[in-house]
Each structure stands twice: as structure tokens, then as C-alpha cells.
């Protein structure tokens, strides 16, 4: 397994949760990483973003409520979840993005997924 995502669980709403992401090391030293949601009939949409070097962005819908962080010791991206709503129930996927130079392409991971119902 190359992605291994966790942290998922029920709460209510307003209270926080943390989800982690683990990849490979070789992965993870390469990639741009991002957190993924797919609620129940939506497409899977774009959460947070964290690239090598640092830089994030945010969904408008989570902006100032959620913080994605990376520990590249850990090979590890987190998502921390604060002031959740029933809106952010969903199955949260983290995502590697990593150049593929010679290809002139992206290669790209996917976690299995861990869900997240916030009840209101």
C-alpha cells in the first residue's frame, strides 16, 4: 500500500478531527499532496493542497476551518478538521502527485479512503 489515509470517525457538529496520511517514502519526497472528499450522489472534490515545498490552498468551503500540515520526517500529510458541519460528512481521500520527468507526466496515488460523518 503506498497510501494508507486514517482518522476518520463519527462526531458532532462543531468538534474536530484529525485524519493523517502515510505514503512511501519514495513517494512522499517527490509529491504534492492533497486531501479529496466525496460525499454521498457528488463528485469528488478538492479539499487542501500541500506542495513540496510548503505552499497550500484551500477549498472556499473549508477555508479557516481546516489546516493541512505535512511531516516529511513521517512521511505523513494530516488534515486537521475544526468547526465541522454536517456538510463536511464525507469519504476523505489523500492523494500524491508526482512528476514523472522523463514521461513529461504525473504520476498519480490515491489513499483508500476514511469517512467522516459529522452529525448536526
Known amino acids: 500500500v503506498q497510501l494508507q489515509a486514517s482518522g476518520g470517525g463519527l462526531v458532532q457538529a462543531g468538534e474536530s478531527l484529525r485524519l493523517s496520511c502515510v505514503a512511501s517514502e519514495d513517494i512522499f519526497k517527490r509529491a504534492d499532496m492533497g486531501w479529496y472528499r466525496q460525499a454521498p450522489g457528488k463528485e469528488r472534490e478538492l479539499v487542501a493542497s500541500?506542495?513540496?515545498?510548503?505552499?497550500?490552498d484551500y477549498a472556499d468551503s473549508v477555508q479557516g476551518r481546516f489546516t493541512v500540515s505535512r511531516d516529511n520526517a513521517k512521511n505523513t500529510v494530516y488534515l486537521q478538521m475544526d468547526s465541522l458541519n454536517a456538510e463536511d460528512t464525507a469519504v476523505y481521500y489523500c492523494?500524491?502527485?508526482?512528476?514523472?520527468?522523463?514521461?513529461?507526466?504525473?504520476?498519480?496515488?490515491w489513499g483508500q479512503g476514511t469517512e467522516v460523518t459529522v452529525s448536526s
Open positions: 492523494k500524491a502527485q508526482v512528476p514523472d520527468f522523463t514521461a513529461g507526466a504525473m504520476d498519480v496515488f
Open positions: 500541500i506542495r513540496r515545498g510548503g505552499k497550500t
